[in-house]
């Protein structure tokens, strides 16, 4: 099963991940950060960093290796494998989410949401550069997952615990 966990910036995708993981010990769940393999392939090619675009949502040639990193973790049929990526942008929706279903792979598409405010809050303690980023980006997400995606699980992150939202996400993963 792959789990694309997905939203906008600041709405606390990689925190709920690990208390996912934490939570499902018994489980093979391994957590694929876009950010953390993004800036990793960044060290390793900084070229593609410049021609490819400057987040990993908006990268094709990111996209391209994340996607096959994302099915060689997926060979495994008992794991479960949750890639943390906001999918905000056609080009990373096409390639990931859609090129995934389309391959047959067991989709499980979570949006956490939040107000703008709400959002634009917990992004304020940021580095001043990814701040100013994440800030100008995210009403733009917001308006894209509202658009795009009227299918997907959402889980408001608004007034709830990172181990509320945890066990909300468990029970999609587990059929509940």
């Known amino acids: 099963m792959i789990v694309c966990l997905d939203g906008a910036y600041g709405v ?11 939570k499902l ?3 093979n769940v391994e957590i694929l950060d876009s950010d ?4 990793s392939w ?4 900084p070229l593609q960093f410049v021609f490819g675009g400057t987040a990993p949502q908006f990268n094709a040639n990111f996209i391209s290796k994340y996607l096959k990193l994302i099915e060689e973790k997926a060979i495994d049929s008992g794991r479960i494998i949750i890639s943390v990526m906001s999918l905000s942008d056609d080009a990373c929706v096409n390639g990931l989410l859609y090129a995934l279903q389309d391959k047959g792979y067991d989709v499980k598409h979570i949006i956490l949401t939040a107000s703008l405010d709400v959002l634009k809050q917990r992004v304020d303690n940021r580095p001043k550069d990814e701040k ?3 800030i100008s980006n995210i009403e733009l997400q917001l308006h894209y997952f509202d658009k795009e995606f009227k299918d997907a ?5 608004e007034e709830k615990s990172v181990e509320v939202i945890a066990n909300e996400i468990i029970q999609i993963i587990l059929g509940g």
């Open 12 to 22: 606390g995708k990689t925190t709920v991940a690990k208390v996912v993981k934490k």
């Open 25 to 27: 010990f018994w489980k």
């Open 36 to 39: 953390y393999y993004y800036m």
């Open 42 to 45: 960044i060290k390793e090619s």
């Open 132 to 134: 100013i980023f994440a």
């Open 153 to 157: 699980f959402r889980i408001n992150t």
